[in-house]
């Protein structure tokens, strides 16, 4: 019943965790001038990442 628990806190941290970090990349940044040519920085858009993290793999 331990590992149960476990497994569903593990579940719902990683959904918690997608849901804020999807979230926080639909907002732009401002980015800084660059410091070494002073030309303006900008992102090349949202793309999906994956990584392994103590919760299991983030999506």
Do not use: Y
């Not at 149960?4 to 990349?25: D, H, M, P, V, Y």
């Not at 800084?32 to 858009?45: A, Q």
């Amino acid at each position: 019943m331990v590992l149960i628990a476990l497994q569903l806190g593990l579940l719902f941290a990683r959904l918690t965790l997608e849901k804020a970090l999807n979230t926080r990349a639909q907002f732009p940044t401002i980015w800084p001038d660059c410091s070494v040519c002073g030309r303006h920085i900008r992102s090349k858009g949202f793309r999906s990442r994956q990584m392994k993290t103590l919760v299991g793999q983030i999506a």
